[in-house]
């Protein structure tokens, strides 16, 4: 159980929570022993021919009040212990999603969406249970056990007590053996249906995949299995929870038997009166709720335990990317744009072979250096490190004379415009896109960047504008209205530093020679990295880089390396043939 340890600053923030929740549980408890004891002396009078009009009001009425107050009481241990179990999901939760934001995107790598929802939803509700649930069992199972115990063999009678309760220690190993059982198969039902919706997830963002491959039939029948899976693992569930009950009443029934013969012994021998005998089968009918939270509660417990453990280690893990002690210098707080790599060679992390080798490169401040080379050849990674989405390991990266690793990170990422190659937007308004990175923007800045980047023509045609919504991922709009989309919200931070990685592979060369246009009239000031596999996106670069297997193998600008006559020379060749082809 040390592992909720991790939680004692909460329990002690809302230990009085806890508290008052709880001495509402024991006033609940306290009203329900006194009501065996007012049934049985209801009992005794009316056998006896004593019972009033006016005593029989009288034990209506205290039924009543009784009843009226064990209704208030539960509602308010109810408010602050599940209440409190709330709190703490709302706080894990949120702990949950900061923590995760932190960590490195090799984190990432590793880690499947599908099992970090799983810790945010299974895991948390695991540990909600044993914070609300499990703690009022704990002292429900205590306090109801010992007080009804104590009821029945001090005012009723010992030897009964200990005959009627020898079947319930049966009770509680049924509830802990049947409970672990239960949680099995409800994992699995629960794992199938993640499955099932996964499957389903997938189906409907590939639907163009699926349609353009005929592959409909064939879906439906990986759907039908999955679903009867499902259904297959809720019916195990099922038939296992339907054996249950029927057990429980099985041997609360032997209880009830033993009172019934022994207890009836008693009353003929005039040991204990026949109101002793019905408080006694209440007294009974309290019991059975607490010994069948025993295993209950173990079982919660273990749960919990075993999912904050899940959790914990995701707290400890630190992100591999931070601001080093040592290395940071926190007053760095702006960036002109003047870039220096030195003799870099990277790996990524846990692979042996080397992705870039020596690369050696400067990008004077307002400049513009272009990368190009065959698919694989480390482009995308160049710049990742730059951005520091992973961390130099050989050799070094300097912005305005200072390694990237002095700056605060967030100034660093903040001052850098970086339209990665997947263009992902959010299922939200183009106008939201386009400000994601900011706190807060205005209108005009929003048209002014879509105007930059060459998209507020068509988002002008668009019926809703700017308010209009771009799907999940931004289905609803074309490659190269996407691409531009993602421009427009690197440009809206005023960036130092741009880096479009593969951002104009999507529009025609007449757009793409407009937007370098404009380009180059904004970035005029700023210090600008574009990759591309098109020459015409870059022929204009101050100097152009070819990477073969994360090695520069040429440089200089644009006529210099045609008359090089190498790989740039050939890829020129290449594609102006194409071009000529596509003309024609
Ligand atoms: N997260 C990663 N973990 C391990 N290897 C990776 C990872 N990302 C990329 N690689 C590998 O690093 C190499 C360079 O990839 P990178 O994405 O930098 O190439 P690229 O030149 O940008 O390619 P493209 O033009 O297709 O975008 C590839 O061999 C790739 O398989």
Redesign the pocket.
């Known amino acids: 159980m040390k592992q909720f340890l991790a939680l004692k600053d909460f329990f002690y923030e809302y230990r009085w929570r806890y508290i008052i929740g709880i001495i509402w549980l024991i006033a609940v408890d306290s009203l329900q022993l006194i009501m065996p004891k007012l049934l049985g002396a209801f009992t005794d009078a009316l056998r006896n021919g004593t019972l009033s009009t006016r005593q029989l009001l009288l034990y209506i009425a205290s039924i009543l009040v009784i009843a009226l107050f064990m209704f208030i009481f539960r509602f308010l241990w109810r408010m602050y212990v599940m209440g409190n179990a709330r709190f703490l999901e709302y706080k894990l939760r949120n702990d949950l999603f900061s923590h995760l934001q932190t960590l490195s995107t090799n984190y990432f ?1 590793h880690h499947k969406t599908g099992d970090l929802m799983a810790h945010a939803t299974n895991d948390i509700n695991a540990v909600r249970m044993a914070a609300g649930p499990g703690i009022v069992m704990i002292f429900d199972t205590i306090i109801l056990l010992g007080t009804t115990i104590f009821m029945m063999i001090q005012t009723i009678s010992l030897k009964l007590t200990i005959i009627a309760l020898l079947p319930l220690p049966f009770m509680a190993v049924v509830t802990g053996r049947f409970g672990k059982i239960i949680h099995h198969r409800f994992r699995k039902a629960q794992e199938s249906f993640s499955h099932l919706t996964e499957k389903v997830q997938e189906n409907f963002s590939g639907i163009r995949v699926v349609k353009s491959f005929v592959q409909e039939q064939a879906e439906l029948e990986n759907f039908t299995k999955a679903n009867q899976d499902y259904v297959d693992k809720n019916m195990h569930l099922v038939r296992i929870q339907a054996l249950f009950d029927p057990i429980v009443q099985f041997i609360s029934g032997i209880s009830l038997l033993i009172i019934l013969s022994y207890g009836g012994i008693l009353v003929i021998n005039h040991e204990i009166t026949l109101g002793d005998f019905v408080a006694f089968n209440s007294y009974l009918g309290l019991l059975i709720w607490p010994i069948m939270a025993i295993g209950w509660v173990i079982n919660i417990l273990q749960r919990g335990a075993a999912s904050m453990a899940r959790l914990n280690e995701i707290f400890q893990t630190k992100p591999e990317i931070y601001d080093q002690e040592g290395l940071i210098q926190p007053d760095l707080q702006e960036i002109k744009g003047d870039i220096r790599i030195q003799h870099l060679s990277f790996a ?1 992390p846990n ?1 042996s072979n080397k ?1 870039l080798s020596d690369i050696n490169i400067h990008i004077p401040q307002g400049k513009t250096l272009a990368i190009i ?1 065959k ?8 710049v990742n490190l730059l951005v520091r989405l992973y961390d130099v390991e050989e050799g070094m990266i300097q912005i305005d004379g200072h390694d990237i690793k002095s700056f605060p990170l967030e100034v660093l990422r903040q001052n850098i415009g970086y339209v990665p ?1 997947d263009n992902f937007l959010f299922s939200t308004s183009i106008k939201e896109n386009i400000g994601f990175g900011l706190d807060s923007y205005t209108d005009q800045e929003v048209e002014k960047a879509a105007e930059d980047a060459q998209i507020l023509d068509n988002i002008q045609d668009f019926p809703m504008k700017f308010e209009t919504i771009v799907g999940e991922r931004g289905v609803s709009l074309s490659g190269g209205q996407k691409q531009r989309v993602s421009i427009a919200r690197a440009l809206i931070k005023n960036p130092k530093i741009l880096i479009l990685d ?1 951002s104009l592979s999507a529009v025609d060369t007449k757009t793409e020679e407009a937007i370098l246009k404009r380009l180059k009239e904004v970035m005029k000031e700023r210090t600008s990295i574009i ?1 591309a ?1 098109r020459i015409s996106t870059i022929k204009e670069a101050d100097e152009i880089i070819v ?1 073969d297997e994360g090695k520069i193998v040429e440089r200089g600008t644009h006529e210099q390396l045609l008359q090089l006559k190498g790989q740039y020379y050939d890829l020129y060749q290449k594609q102006l043939l194409e071009e000529m082809i596509a003309n024609e």
């Open positions: 790598n990524y692979q992705v080379g698919t694989g050849s480390g482009k995308t990674t160049l190659q593969d990759i596999h990477l």
